[in-house]
């Protein structure tokens, strides 16, 4: 079972910038994906953005590209997503999810971090 613990949502400016975390219980070696998914009051959970943990090929939504990168840390277990030019409809709750392969796929998620976009 992998445990993911999210950090660094808050209150933003529009146009401002924030750096969310990933923190995953074991290494990321023994993970296929990771990414970031987020919900907005009344609407699904949509993949923002994910990253395949082997090699760099990732895979952004339509609507951060260009503003969002996400990135991996192998030596901390970490995934980081920065957000820049951050718009109003980008507040959400945010996600990290994690596909395992081993033993067939496994999806884990974290608890989710709030960031809120707002004048």
């Known amino acids: 079972q992998v445990q993911l613990v999210e950090s660094g949502g808050g209150l933003v400016q529009p146009g401002g910038s924030l750096r969310l975390s990933c923190a995953a219980s074991?290494?990321?070696?023994?993970?296929?994906?990771m990414g970031w998914y987020r919900q907005a009051p009344g609407k699904q959970r949509e993949l923002v953005a994910q990253?395949?943990?082997?090699?760099?090929?990732?895979i952004y939504a339509d609507s951060v590209k260009g503003r969002f990168t996400i990135s991996r840390d192998n030596a901390k277990n970490m995934v980081h997503l920065q957000m820049n030019s951050l718009k109003p409809e980008d507040t959400a709750v945010y996600y990290c999810?994690?596909?395992?392969?081993?033993?067939?796929?496994?999806?884990?998620w974290g608890q989710g971090t709030q960031v809120t976009v707002s004048s």
């Open positions: 999810r994690a596909m395992v392969l081993t033993g067939g796929a496994h999806v884990y």
């Open positions: 074991e290494s990321i070696f023994n993970i296929y994906a």
């Open positions: 990253i395949i943990t082997s090699g760099d090929a990732t």
